[in-house]
C-alpha cells in the first residue's frame, strides 16, 4: 500500500529557508500530481503548490509565488519544496498528497497523505 512521509521541517529565523521533501513508497510518484497544503495553528487548511505528474505544471498559491518552488527527482521518488524569505505567517504543519493525474481541487481525489512536518518560523 502507497505511502507518502514528508521531512525538513524544523525551526528557522524570520528570512530564512527550508526545503522540505515528500518522499513515495509502495507507489511511483511519476504518473501522479503532488500537492503541499498547510495548516497553521487555529486556521483553517490551505493550499500551497501543486505540480501536475506529466507536463511539470506546477500552481502556486498568491502567498507562495516568488517564495516557494516546487520540484520533483523521479530517481528518488521525491517532491520537495523549496521555502525562501520565511515569516511567520509561515508556520504550519505541511503536508504532501498525491493522485494519479493531474492537480485537482477536490479533496476526495486525493487518495495519499503523509503525517505532516512542523515548520515554525520564528526568531
Known amino acids: 500500500q502507497g505511502q507518502l512521509a514528508e521531512s525538513g521541517g524544523g525551526l528557522v529565523q524570520p528570512g530564512g529557508s527550508l526545503r522540505l521533501s515528500c518522499v513515495a513508497s509502495?507507489?511511483?510518484?511519476?504518473?501522479?500530481?503532488v500537492r503541499w497544503v498547510r495548516r497553521a495553528p487555529g486556521k483553517e487548511r490551505e493550499e500551497v503548490s501543486c505540480?501536475?505528474?506529466?507536463?511539470?505544471?506546477?500552481y502556486y498559491e498568491d502567498f507562495a509565488k516568488g517564495r516557494f518552488t516546487i520540484s520533483r527527482d523521479t530517481k528518488k521518488n521525491t517532491v520537495y519544496l523549496d521555502m525562501n524569505r520565511l515569516n511567520p505567517d509561515d508556520t504550519a504543519v505541511y503536508y504532501c498528497?498525491?493522485?494519479?493525474?493531474?492537480?485537482?481541487?477536490?479533496?476526495?481525489?486525493?487518495?495519499?497523505w503523509g503525517k505532516g512536518t512542523l515548520v515554525t518560523v520564528s526568531s
Open positions: 498528497a498525491a493522485k494519479y493525474g493531474l492537480c485537482s481541487n477536490y479533496e476526495k481525489d486525493w487518495p495519499y
Open positions: 509502495g507507489f511511483s510518484l511519476d504518473l501522479h500530481a
Open positions: 505540480i501536475h505528474y506529466s507536463d511539470g505544471l506546477k
